[in-house]
């Protein structure tokens, strides 16, 4: 993975970090990698950096999370209600 990553924080608000807050948490406990990907990522990345209007078609957000046993994760996932 790529570590020069934008730094975001502080500036995601409203329901993604609704969404996003519960993932974070999780995957720090389980020490797993996760990123945003798909028309969320691009919409934080034009507002949240950029400052530009969110114009986005879409209300879901999608996630890639690298683990190396999903038997450890998945009913951490069930729990939360993921």
């Known amino acids: 993975m790529n570590k020069s990553l934008l730094d975001l924080s ?3 608000e409203g ?3 609704t969404v996003c807050d ?3 948490k999780l995957v720090k406990e389980h ?3 996760c990123f945003v990907i798909g028309a969320t990522a ?3 990345v034009i507002s949240a950096y950029h400052g530009f209007p969110i114009r986005s078609m879409t209300n ?5 999370i690298q683990v190396a046993n999903w038997g450890d994760v998945i009913p951490a996932l ?3 209600n993921f």
Not at 60 to 64: A, P, R, T
């Open 15 to 17: 329901p993604v970090i």
């Open 60 to 64: 879901d957000v999608d996630f890639g």
């Open 42 to 44: 691009r919409d934080i």
């Open 10 to 12: 502080g500036k995601i």
């Open 22 to 24: 519960p993932i974070a």
């Open 31 to 33: 020490k797993v990698e």
């Open 78 to 80: 069930y729990e939360q």
